[in-house]
């Protein structure tokens, strides 16, 4: 059984897992980066696309999705995201795929044993960037998966700076497989590749040690 998580936002992270027997093992992450287009019907349309890409490249069975919070306080983006879960959720219906909708805080708590970053995170790493960081470190220390300092870019293949909804991603489907799936065991079969020296490195870059 495979299982596709996604991220949606205008980078899109997304976390293929695989069950056999009692284990979940997430065999490729990544993102969809969806492009500039005069109107936001033509981006669902590239973005429902890349989703049916996924799906048919990895027999996708069964599929999870975050949830969405609208915001008074955070409203840019939000009828971009909207869309983009609704032109998701139209395309794996045509697919005859089912889905679940995750809880934000739900899946957070699982993970990270919290929704939002403790104050000595937000000190170490800023406001914002620390509610990407504490979940990377809680996926380090609680299944010992690692991230690359860099993702590639989709046109050029080159380094860029890491997208951090595949974080978000992966722990979603963990999040799924063991709550809604009763799978026991995770494994990670991804080669995290070495870190790339930037000439500028990124401001905020969570690092591993190794006792």
């Not at 990895?58 to 409203?75: L, R, T």
């Not at 406001?127 to 960081?133: E, F, M, N, T, V």
């Amino acid at each position: 059984m495979n299982i596709l998580a996604l991220d949606p936002a205008i980078s899109t992270g997304y976390c293929i897992l695989s069950i056999k027997n009692d284990t979940a093992s997430i065999v490729k992450y990544g993102f969809i980066e969806v492009g500039e287009h005069k109107y936001n019907g033509d981006r669902c349309i590239e973005m429902m696309n890349n989703v049916e890409k996924l799906v048919h490249e990895h027999n996708i069975d069964d599929v999870c999705i975050e949830d969405y919070f609208f915001s008074n306080k955070f409203a840019n983006g939000c009828d971009v995201n909207a869309a983009f879960r609704t032109a998701i959720h139209i395309k794996l219906r045509e697919l005859n795929l089912p889905y679940e909708i995750l809880n934000i805080s739900l899946w957070k708590k699982f993970t990270a044993g919290r929704s939002t970053p403790t104050k000595e995170q937000k000190k170490k790493w800023g406001k914002d960037p620390a509610k990407k960081l504490m979940m990377q470190l809680a996926l380090w220390e609680k299944y010992n998966i690692r991230f690359p300092n860099h993702s590639l870019s989709l046109k050029t293949g080159k380094p860029i700076k890491f997208r951090y909804d595949v974080v978000d991603a992966v722990s979603q489907g963990i999040f799924y497989c063991k709550i809604f799936l009763n799978v026991s065991n995770i494994a990670c079969d991804v080669i995290c590749p070495d870190d790339f020296e930037f000439k500028k490195a990124p401001k905020v870059m969570f690092k591993y040690t190794k006792e």
